[in-house]
């Protein structure tokens, strides 16, 4: 699917209409993916966990439009967000290429509470993500800013500078620690 739409990535250029689109959201982990939505004509809110596998994602996407079907909604859109991570660009490429929108937020661009520490747990992330993604695609500013999903060509480009800048930073943590750790053993005189 080619999807030429006008791109901001501060705010959604796209009119939101809830009761015709479903919201989803995907707490990733290296073997497990959390996925909570927005349904319309469904009451409870689905939260959903299962092995990383983006078939078993598709498939949980097509059952909530169908669940949404038997309330009564058409549904014309499905809009699905993530943050940037490690993992890549891969899922966003493999959704569009399957007619899904989908977003890469910047986990930079989410606004924390820095007054107290918060609980970490997948279920509080989501409501998190949740929210930002709703205020995103209102076209509310300030919310979460997205990245700009890159071709595999473009994502293969970037990534000998990546694995530089990781050895680059594991280099200076490792001399680092050396070097408080002779700091250590040096008997002061």
Not at 9 to 19: K, V
Not at 39 to 47: A, K, T
Not at 54 to 59: A, G, S, V
Not at 101 to 110: D, M
Request: net charge positive.
């Amino acid at each position: 699917m080619s999807q030429h739409f006008r791109f901001d990535a501060s705010r959604s250029l796209t009119a939101l209409e809830q009761d015709s689109t479903i919201i989803a959201v995907i707490e990733m982990s290296q073997t497990k993916w959390l996925v909570a939505a927005l349904v319309p004509g469904v009451e409870r809110q689905p939260l959903k966990k299962f092995d990383a596998h983006e078939e078993t994602l598709l498939k949980l996407l097509h059952r909530w439009r169908h669940e949404a079907g038997q309330a009564g909604r058409n549904i014309k859109r499905i809009v699905v967000a993530f943050e940037a991570g490690r993992d890549g660009f891969w899922l966003a490429r493999w959704l569009r290429a399957r007619d899904i929108e989908v977003y890469v937020i910047h986990p930079t661009s989410i606004a924390v509470s820095r007054e107290h520490r918060r609980a970490k747990t997948d279920r509080l992330d989501t409501e998190l993500l949740m929210r930002v993604f709703l205020g995103w695609l209102r076209g509310e500013r300030r919310h979460c800013s997205m990245a700009a999903i890159p071709t595999i060509e473009e994502e293969d480009a970037r990534r000998p500078n990546r694995e530089r800048q990781n050895l680059v930073t594991e280099q200076t943590r490792i001399i680092n620690q050396m070097k408080a750790i002779f700091t250590l053993c040096v008997p002061k005189t």
